[in-house]
C-alpha cells in the first residue's frame, strides 16, 4: 500500500484552497457535495442558526414517528421506526418500536384529527404513557373522553437502545 502526503489539495480550476489537511483532520473550503450513501457518526455536530452554540446532530433527530388512521381497522398512513400499533381500545393505541429507546425517558409531541363528519369545532388531544422502551401507549380524544382519531401524528425523540 502506498501512502501520499500533502497538506492542501487545490483544484487545477483556481487558485483557492478546496482541502486542508492536519494529522487526522481535514477543512474543506466552499462547498461538498456529497453523493451515495454516507454514514454520520454519534459526534457529527452542526452550529445553531444564530452561529452561537453547537449541538449534536444524531440527538437533535426524531427518532420515531407516525401518522395513524385509529377510525376502523387501524392503519399506519406513514411511519418511521414503527413496526405495528396496538389498538387496545376506543382512542387507545400502542405503537411499537422497530429500534427501542435507550431508556424510557424519552419526549414526543403529537395531536389528533376526527373524522371530518360530526366533530366540528372539536379539538382532540393525545396523552402517552406506560412508556417502555420497546414501546408507549397513547390515547385520544376529547375533553377527557377516548375517541378514535383518523389521524393521529406523533414524533418521539431521545436516544436509542
Known sequence: ????????????SGSDTA???SGANATVGGTLAVTG??????????TSDGGGV???????????S???????????????????V?????GNYSPAYTNNFAN????????GEF???????????CISDYNTTSSTRLGCGYQFALEDCEHVRVGWWGDLA
Open 37 to 46: 450513501v454516507h454514514t454520520v457518526g454519534n459526534n457529527a455536530i452542526y
Open 1 to 12: 500500500m502506498s501512502t501520499i502526503k500533502v497538506d492542501t489539495l487545490q483544484g487545477t
Open 115 to 125: 373524522p371530518s363528519t360530526g366533530y366540528s369545532g372539536r379539538a382532540p388531544h
Open 54 to 64: 453547537t449541538q449534536n446532530l444524531v440527538q437533535g433527530l426524531i427518532k420515531a
Open 86 to 90: 396496538t389498538d387496545n381500545t376506543t
Open 19 to 21: 482541502i486542508t489537511l
Open 66 to 84: 407516525m401518522d395513524l388512521d385509529g377510525t376502523g381497522t387501524i392503519a399506519l398512513n406513514d411511519s418511521l421506526n414503527i413496526s405495528g
Open 104 to 111: 424510557v425517558f424519552y419526549g414526543w409531541g403529537g395531536n
